[in-house]
């Protein structure tokens, strides 16, 4: 089930399996992530794009885009939740 696809530089196969599944079936991500102070949150976020060593997605809790460092992603887990697209999903 779900697609199988290299994962880009930055980032592990079994953490980027979950975002690419949730982007390709609209689903929302619940991301572990650790910010630049090195503060680990959790956030979820819609997954839209896979950019410049990191995925844009729209945060929740911030009610905007964010930019998520492929590298600080620590887990990612999809969840039941669909989302109707703000932007087109790039994440293929």
Do not use: H
């Not at 980032?11 to 619940?30: E, F």
């Not at 572990?32 to 990191?54: L, M, S």
């Amino acid at each position: 089930k779900g697609v199988t696809r290299v994962p880009p530089l930055g980032i592990t196969a079994q953490l980027w399996k979950p975002i690419l599944n949730a982007a390709m079936q609209k689903k929302t991500v619940i991301l572990e992530y650790r910010d630049a102070k090195g503060v680990v949150t959790q956030r979820e976020v819609e997954p839209y794009e896979e950019k410049n060593g990191g995925l844009y997605a729209y945060c929740e809790s911030r009610g905007a885009i964010r930019f998520f460092k492929l590298e600080s992603i620590l887990g990612a887990k999809m969840t039941n939740r669909m989302f109707v697209p703000k932007w087109d999903v790039k994440i293929q």
